[in-house]
């Protein structure tokens, strides 16, 4: 049947009816849709902007009015975001919530391998353990997670969680270790120092997480021999519990080192040392070939556009001339830091740089295409981008990882003022988003995608639209243990901006749940705070917690990404900060050390 006026059904002027949503720049934000009546009569034409994120076109040919077209959806991959599950006490009540996302709901859940006293039972979507261990259970457990959702081709996932039970009235080993050097050329000795807690009795050293165990002395020496990257796992037991300590791509042996001293160095050099050192990043990048490390002393460099062409090298920011400097690269305007389009991975490394005053349209500092990097230890300030990103753009490239980064005083002219992540399921740990702005987005820009974002501080970011923090279209984030505090948006969502095909989910964080806003769903059921964090001195940018903030021991531990051991100040992650015998992260950026 036809939904049009009659007069406009048996004019011929209508027969043919076309129309199209796009622009001339199909990455551009804002589209132009063009409405056009084909006929007999002539043709009319009317044109208007609309603000989105992802580029669409939908063309619909109407013959008779009785043609329609239904663009099909395909659901997002399945996936169990919980990745460990809190520790509990012989006799003692305990609750855990396991949750996953993607897929369609209703959800379907199995659980195995629980202790004595414990069980679980679905509650809406998610599967939720419950009980109090029994006494004599005390050890780990590998529980085993099935979820399935309702889609028509039914997509089933699962995981193994590890659930820590304690002794009554004891407290089970904690690992954890350090290396008198993490880098170096083949041969390289490394002198390893057991850091745990408790009444160890055993050591298990696995040096390059192939599954076999290397060493059992407490304090081991190992010696690699091939260059790449290794991860390195530490197992320790008191002869009834044990834990295990990760920390990935903690070693790298590397082919070469390249040195880089912008006061004194010189291109014509051979860049084999600090007395031979090139002046130039580009010359070394250029040189360097996999599993090479350049080592770049502080200094200001004006470069822009460094490539590492898809090589693995690991550029890393060293304080050479200068005791606790580190190099700083002022674009001066003329364009961005890095470009990675070239399939970088992990193995790519950009570490410990202050980045500032990088200009271009999408990614003001960093752009990454279908590249997924590592970007640590970085301070980016003062960088702009007249669409997205203003510090960092990426797009297609599912597992970039941000950890321990400081963003300030970036922008963008559309959004994402220090982040614009589009189609890309990246991870951002222990990082400060303040100052930053931008039409919509005033930090983070979450596009297509599902970022798991955790232990994060958001603070002084605006927007002139919405999400004052964060915004989401066509998005399924994941915030944990986050402060979003204080930020502002001109028309929604002053802390967070959700469309109405976004969901986003914030377990165990401290958010002023008034700046919420759009359509969409905002879950913040799973044990946050919304309490004035207590920084030192947010006027002043310190972001450390007061000895009375709520965040102090607020957080979950099973949510700390692996591999992550230490806060932004690089101290160390978990402690008990309240002194109730319990060591447990705290929310935000910074760790409070007692």
Request: with cysteine; proline share 4%; charged share 15%.
């Amino acid at each position: 049947m036809c939904n049009l006026p009659l007069d406009t059904c048996n004019n011929p002027c209508y027969n043919k009816i076309r129309v199209v949503a796009n622009d001339e720049d199909p990455k551009s934000p804002a589209h132009i849709r063009k409405k056009t009546a084909l006929g007999g009569c002539g043709m009319a034409s009317v044109r208007f902007a609309k603000a989105v994120v992802l580029t669409f076109a939908v063309i619909a040919i109407a013959m008779g009015c009785s043609s329609r077209k239904t663009k099909k959806h395909t659901p997002q991959s399945l996936q169990i975001t919980t990745t460990r599950l809190p520790d509990a006490t012989e006799g003692v009540p305990y609750t855990a919530t396991i949750e996953a996302t993607g897929g369609e709901a209703p959800y379907t859940w199995s659980v195995t391998g629980l202790p004595s006293g414990l069980n679980w039972s679905q509650v809406g979507d998610a599967a939720e353990i419950s009980g109090a261990p029994a006494s004599g259970t005390a050890g780990t457990y590998n529980v085993n997670v099935t979820v399935s959702d309702s889609s028509p081709q039914t997509q089933s996932v699962s995981a193994t969680l590890q659930l820590v039970v304690n002794p009554a009235g004891g407290t089970v080993p904690r690992a954890d270790f350090e290396a008198n050097t993490t880098q170096g050329t083949a041969p390289l000795t490394v002198n390893f120092t057991d850091k745990s807690t408790g009444s160890i009795t055993q050591w298990q050293w696995d040096f390059d997480n192939d599954g076999t165990t290397d060493s059992t002395d407490q304090n081991p020496r190992w010696t690699y021999y091939d260059p790449g990257w290794y991860t390195v796992k530490l197992t320790v037991s008191d002869g009834t519990n044990s834990d295990t300590c990760v920390k990935k791509m903690y070693i790298l042996v590397a082919n070469n080192i390249w040195y880089v001293n912008g006061n004194g160095g010189d291109d014509g050099n051979g860049g084999t040392d600090w007395g031979d050192a090139f002046a130039t990043m580009s010359k070394a990048l250029s040189v360097a070939n996999n599993y090479d490390l350049i080592l770049v002393a502080d200094a200001i460099y004006s470069e822009t556009n460094l490539n590492f062409n898809g090589k693995k090298i690991y550029l890393k920011g060293v304080d050479h001339n200068n005791a606790g400097q580190r190099p700083v690269i002022d674009c001066q305007g003329n364009g961005r830091a890095f470009y990675f389009d070239s399939g970088e991975t992990e193995d790519s490394v950009v570490d410990n740089f202050t980045i500032k005053n990088g200009s271009s349209d999408k990614g003001g500092a960093i752009y990454c295409n279908s590249s997924s990097p590592r970007i640590s230890n970085c301070t980016f300030t003062d960088s702009s981008a007249s669409s997205y990103g203003g510090a960092i753009y990426c797009e297609n490239s599912n597992g970039l990882t941000v950890t321990n980064c400081v963003f300030s005083n970036n922008s963008a002219g559309n959004l994402g003022g220090a982040i614009s992540c589009v189609s890309s399921n990246i991870s951002i740990s222990n990082c400060i988003f303040s100052g930053n702005s931008s039409d919509m987005g005033g930090a983070v820009l979450c596009g297509s995608c599902s970022p798991n974002i955790t232990n994060c501080t958001f603070s002084g970011n605006s927007a002139s639209k919405e999400g004052g923090a964060v915004y989401c279209t066509f998005s399924t984030p994941l915030l944990n243990n986050c402060i979003l505090w204080n930020n502002s948006a001109g028309t929604a969502g002053n802390e967070i901006y959700a469309d109405a095909v976004s969901s986003c989910k914030l377990n165990y964080c401290c958010v002023d749940s008034t700046g919420y806003g759009g359509s969409g769903t905002i879950d913040d059921s799973n044990n946050c705070i919304h309490s004035d964090p207590q920084f030192v001195n947010a006027a002043g940018g310190d972001y450390h917690l007061r000895d009375t903030s709520p965040c102090i021991d607020a957080g979950d531990n099973t949510y700390v990404p692996v591999g992550v051991t230490t806060d932004l100040d690089g101290d160390q992650r978990i402690v008990d900060g309240n002194n109730d015998g319990v060591a447990t992260v705290d929310i935000g950026a910074y760790e409070y050390q007692p």
